[in-house]
């Protein structure tokens, strides 16, 4: 049998095809591999977290609905549409905001 292509045109363009798909999956794995090295080094350490209490005291039975930290206090927003902001180092109550 004989293995020979019968068109010189269609060879170059086989062999051309070829090269373009090795091209591209090189330039697919390179980004890949870039893509997780940015996610490696760009995600904080766990030593960068900001510190959030162990237990929070909520006055008048008030339920949490969200949290949210300040550098010096935080938030919780209350199921009867209240904010109430806290101190961080003592939790003691700075402000209320009510919702309307």
Do not use: K, Y
């Not at 020979?4 to 363009?13: I, Q």
């Not at 938030?75 to 549409?81: K, Y």
Request: negative net charge.
């Amino acid at each position: 049998m004989d293995d020979t292509p019968h068109n010189t045109a269609e060879a170059r363009g086989l062999t051309f095809l070829r090269r373009l798909v090795t091209v591209l999956t090189a330039t697919m794995i390179a980004g890949l591999v870039i893509l997780i090295a940015l996610f490696v080094t760009r995600f904080p350490d766990a030593s960068d977290a900001v510190p959030l209490p162990d237990s929070i005291a909520l006055p008048d039975d008030a339920r949490a609905t969200a949290f949210t930290r300040g550098p010096d206090w935080f938030a919780v927003v209350t199921e009867d549409e209240r904010i109430l902001i806290l101190d961080a180092e003592t939790g003691a109550l700075r402000q209320t905001v009510t919702v309307e």
